[in-house]
């Protein structure tokens, strides 16, 4: 059974990731798992620069580095625990399909590559808690899972209102028809109305692919509002947004390669970073 | 990819660095130490510690480990330099490179599951004494000066880090050096010292291929040194980095490491350096003084070149003395003195794996062969158990019908038990062996079993098998039930 997976780390942003994550729930009467993975630090406990080594000085160096690791994550698991319980318990307020709890020990990123079939959509916040809470930046996680993940990705920010209607960004390109493809036959986002938003590309046949997705949504039963904007992408986008008050971003995520993305920085790099809204990301 | 790298390099930039400092303090002595084992100048021996150091830290599969010219591999070129010279033992190095890079693509470091624990505690014994017994040339024929300054040293080595505040930052054997470098000159000791044992660097390194004839001839001399090399430079890296995986929680990826000790020892050999391999004591004292990272590595064959190049006058000075001290402390630390407790409790054929470990690598001077006898007890003191795992139950159904039961494993150990455990002497005229619940493992036992039947035949009975087909499924060399547990509790629970 797929589900629906929330990543708790207890910054700022878990609450809304609560509330996004029983949102989708709801919506897709998917059981909802809420996940805290314990990150080892990796940075040492304790060091001595004696630079000595004497009898048995191996075995007492290992017995003395599993204790200090067993305080610490005894702490960190107890933490973790209150974070999930709480977490629980604002996600059964807010409506969510059974929900269960887990924590796992390891990096966040292979744990869920190694859950990935369980996962039907992740949900994240933009940010964990390593980071102060300021606008504009991207989680150091939240990189590396959205491009190593094949999976629906919903991006929480600071708070979450359940969006009357949603956006998508446009462009034609490989990744936004196979994203359309899976938005279209999404559970989370049927009876929203949807306005389809494409920036620049004034040539027919961009035009033309815009008029077919459109016509794709519409038989999927979505309300469709098709518009043409101009200018810059990310600001043209963010003041439909606005004058339109729309609730939720779709797009599909990551169409350049790692070597390309990393010099030239991608849309949906930008995008998460500078969005207001949540966003749902495709792939 | 980027994550990666991030956080094999500066996820602790501090005491990765610090650490870094501290081991590459406690490299110089070592590094003089085996070249002067290996019969060369020290300066093959540092060149080779920052070489193998600086680029193990970017190819290695076990971040925080450190590599450099070691004593297990010094011990293994004494004959070939003392023979051919210098060059050849570059040229060597070179092919053990080329040696431990294909090792590391045929994925041989996944044999070292064959490896048990005992083994590996007695390589480390015998990696300790061998360590020890190289210092002993130092100790023999010397005046009393020597002695009472070795003394001193370990003094100092073990004492100092109990002064309060200064012991638990200024690393030990760097006092313990700086002291006994100091005594010898205020008082003008005549000791031998490390400029007495040959030249030290005072460039930095530069490229060189050997100058060896490249003739069959050259191949047939080299090749069986560089297998030697090879051998124990993956060994000692391989249970080194098992050891790094255990203090530090954290994985590595042993292929990866198998083909970054080739790449390091090529490099090694073309900037003039002897060949070498992880270094279980500067490993744990790098995890000791904090370091976890690739970065601690680089820090540590970085900083040595540096303090080499620049400090050569004051290097050469260090009293010999002084460097016995801290690679008695070195061999001390490599020692499993839990070992000792432990033979007490563990069996008896455990112990002597381990002995015989120890004692074929001090008798031979090769770790690789002391490994290969250790594998070899070992595997036949579990074949031997696992061989008393065989029974035959027998049955009276009637006076003229018999029935055995062959119950648990038969193959090559336990083929003769199973052979010996059926009555022919007794008069019937059905015999029944019933194989539901045993398991054929290889060609000896099919064949012991078909000894019986004839045996059986010959005395006029006749003989009915049963469960035959399910019971020889295991002696095809790949059964793979390791995915599939329901296959495995079908074979042990009988067909």
New interface residues.
């Given amino acids: 059974m797929t589900q629906i997976v929330a990543c708790i780390d207890g910054s700022v942003m878990s609450g809304a990731v609560c509330d996004a994550a029983a949102w989708a729930s709801q919506r897709a009467q998917a059981p909802l798992k809420l996940l805290h993975v314990l990150e080892?630090n990796?940075?040492?406990a304790?060091?001595?620069?004696?630079?000595?080594?004497?009898?048995?000085?191996?075995?007492n160096?290992?017995l003395e580095?599993?204790e200090l690791?067993e305080k610490r994550n005894k702490l960190a698991l107890e933490h973790g625990r209150d974070l999930l319980d709480d977490a629980e318990i604002r996600s059964k307020a807010d409506g969510a399909i059974a929900v269960t709890k887990q924590q796992r020990h390891g990096h966040l990123?292979n744990t869920l590559i190694e859950g990935q079939d369980d996962i039907r959509l992740l949900v994240i916040g933009r940010q964990g808690n390593s980071h102060k809470p300021l606008e504009h930046t991207i989680g150091s996680h939240l990189d590396?899972v959205i491009r190593s993940l094949h999976k629906p990705i919903l991006v929480a920010m600071n708070d979450f209102k359940a969006p009357q209607s949603f956006m998508v960004a446009f462009d034609g390109s490989e990744t936004a028809q196979r994203a359309l493809d899976a938005y279209a036959n999404s559970t989370v986002l049927v009876g929203l109305p949807c306005h389809l938003v494409m920036v620049g590309h004034d040539d027919e046949a961009h035009q033309q692919k815009l008029e077919s997705a459109a016509s794709l949504l519409r038989s999927r039963d979505f309300e469709v509002t098709v518009a043409r904007l101009s200018g810059d992408v990310q600001s043209a986008l963010a003041a439909y947004q606005v004058q339109h008050d729309i609730g939720l971003m779709v797009m599909g995520a990551y169409g350049h390669s790692?070597i390309r993305q990393?010099f030239v920085g991608s849309h949906t790099r930008k995008m998460v970073s500078e969005s207001q809204i949540p966003l749902l990301l495709l792939r | 990819?980027?994550?990666s790298i991030k956080?094999d390099w500066l996820?602790?930039i501090r005491?990765d660095l610090?650490?870094g400092t501290?081991?590459a303090?406690?490299l110089i002595p070592e590094a003089i130490a085996f070249s002067i084992i290996a019969g060369v100048d020290p300066k093959v021996g540092l060149y080779a510690s920052f070489c193998i150091a600086v680029i193990i830290s970017f190819v290695g599969g076990r971040p925080g480990m450190i590599s450099a010219a070691t004593g297990a591999m010094s011990l293994l070129m004494v004959t070939l330099v003392k023979d051919h010279g210098l060059e050849y033992l570059l040229a060597a190095s070179l092919l053990t490179g080329v040696i431990q890079i294909l090792a590391g693509y045929l994925k041989l470091g996944d044999l070292m599951r064959f490896v048990s624990r005992s083994v590996v505690t007695g390589f480390v014994n015998a990696l300790a004494i061998l360590i020890f017994m190289a210092q002993l040339p130092e100790l023999t024929d010397v005046t009393w000066h020597v002695y009472a300054m070795t003394a001193g040293g370990l003094a100092i080595?073990?004492l100092?880090?109990y002064v309060p505040k200064i012991?638990?930052?200024?690393?030990?054997?760097?006092v313990c050096i700086l002291a006994i470098t100091a005594i010898a000159i205020i008082w003008g000791i005549d000791v031998r010292t490390v400029a007495d044992m040959g030249e030290l660097p005072d460039t930095l390194p530069i490229f060189l291929w050997p100058d060896v004839p490249l003739t069959l001839e050259t191949l047939w001399i080299i090749l069986p040194y560089s297998v030697a090399l090879a051998a124990v430079g993956l060994l000692e890296s391989m249970m080194t980095a098992t050891?790094v995986d255990?203090?530090?929680?954290?994985e590595s990826d042993k292929n990866r490491e198998c083909k970054g000790q080739g790449v390091a020892n090529i490099g090694s050999s073309l900037l003039g350096g002897m060949a070498g391999c992880a270094m279980i004591?500067q490993s744990?004292?790098n995890?000791?003084?904090?370091?976890?990272?690739r970065l601690s590595t680089f820090m540590a064959g970085f900083l040595l070149l540096i303090m080499v190049v620049f400090l050569d006058d004051w290097i050469g000075q260090i009293p010999m003395a002084a460097l016995v001290a801290v690679m008695i402390?070195?061999s001390?630390?490599?020692f499993?003195?839990?070992s000792f407790r432990n033979l007490k409790q563990h069996p008896l054929s455990t112990n002597i794996v381990m002995i015989s470990t120890v004692v074929v690598v001090v008798a031979t001077h090769n770790l690789a062969l002391g490994v290969l006898v250790g594998v070899l007890l070992a595997s036949l003191f579990f074949a031997n158990k696992i061989g008393r795992f065989m029974v035959v139950k027998q049955e009276q159904v009637n006076a003229d019908e018999r029935v055995y039961r062959v119950v648990g494993q038969v193959f090559f150990a336990s083929s003769d038990a199973f052979a010996k455990s059926f009555d022919f002497r007794e008069v019937v005229t059905r015999v029944t062996i019933d194989l539901t619940h045993a398991h054929f493992w290889d060609i000896t036992s099919v064949s012991a079993l078909d000894k019986v039947v004839i045996k059986f035949r010959r005395e006029g009975a006749d003989v009915e098998l049963i469960g035959l087909n399910e019971a020889s499924a295991t002696i095809v060399d790949r059964f793979g039930v390791h995915d599939k547990p329901e296959e495995v509790e079908k074979l042990l629970a009988g067909h």
């Fill in positions: 080892k990796d940075v040492p304790a060091a001595t620069l004696a630079g000595n080594i004497g009898l048995g000085s191996r075995e160096l290992l580095l599993a690791d990123l590396d790692r990393f | 990819m980027l994550n956080r996820a602790n005491g610090l650490a501290v081991v303090l406690a080595i073990y100092f880090p012991g638990s930052w200024l690393p030990s054997p760097l050891i255990e203090l530090t929680d954290t004591g744990i004292i995890v000791k003084s904090g370091g976890r990272g402390m070195v001390i630390g490599t499993s003195w839990e």
